[in-house]
């Protein structure tokens, strides 16, 4: 008998909460950046410090920039407790095809090297789980324009000093030097989550496919049905 299995979505709507407010907080700063390297195109405003805009501005992006970060951690987090999430459902459908163990979860995002690829080969399993056994493949142009985006994200995050140069910046033209680069960052940054969404939701549905074709009893014992 084949039991139609719905996939636990609530996960995937936190990570996809989390990777919004990520990709509409980059966005806010992104805005805010923007206004300041217009207001110092121009000579510097002249009034007290309580009525410079330029001030007002500088409060507004360190805020947002604060908020950017931590919803960062928790769009990582929730991520990575989806990919587990999905590996159960891919375990079921193709336990063999799984590559890694689930501990890599965690390590593959953080140490050295193996965060170039590792996160990427789950992901490609997962895809792979999803299509039928005749069809199965790793990888697709999602995927690949997906994993460039977060890897330009990450060395754009570990690599870029824009923000400490803002902060070191003496010079109007130093300062607008170091307010591109963090534009054009925060455009990779949305970017990336906008397309790890779209990763997200893709293989959700694709392995809510593939699992309503999996009889009920294998969700049981956990083991494909011989």
């Known amino acids: 008998m084949v039991g139609t299995v719905r996939l636990p979505r609530g996960q995937a709507w936190f990570a996809v909460a989390a990777l919004t407010a990520f990709a509409l907080v980059t966005g806010a700063a992104g805005l805010v950046a923007w206004h300041k390297y217009q207001l110092l195109v121009g000579p510097t ?8 805009p330029l001030v007002e501005v500088d409060t507004y992006f360190r805020n947002l920039t604060g908020w950017r970060t931590g919803l960062l951690l928790v769009a990582l987090l929730q991520f990575s407790i989806w990919l587990a999430n999905m590996r159960d459902v891919a ?3 193709w336990r063999q095809g799984q590559r890694r163990r689930r501990a890599w979860l965690v390590f593959g995002w953080v ?3 193996a965060q170039l ?6 992901v490609n399993d997962l895809w792979a789980a999803s299509q039928p056994a005749s069809q199965r493949r790793r990888g697709h142009p999602l995927l690949t324009a997906w994993w460039l985006s977060v890897l330009a994200a990450a060395n754009s995050y570990a690599f870029n000093d824009a923000s400490k ?5 003496v010079t ?7 307010l591109r680069r963090i534009i054009m960052g925060d455009g990779v940054y949305i970017c990336a989550a ?14 809510e496919r593939a699992a309503a074709t999996v009889p009920a009893e294998t969700w049981v014992t956990g083991r494909p049905a011989s």
């Open 45 to 52: 405003p002249p009034g007290p410090y309580v009525d410079n």
């Open 91 to 93: 375990d079921v459908l």
């Open 111 to 113: 140490i050295p090297v």
């Open 117 to 122: 690829f590792v996160p990427k080969m789950f």
């Open 165 to 169: 140069d803002l902060k070191e910046a």
């Open 172 to 178: 109007p033209d130093q300062a607008r030097h170091a």
């Open 194 to 207: 906008a397309l790890s969404i779209a990763v997200l939701w893709q293989l959700v549905l694709r392995l």
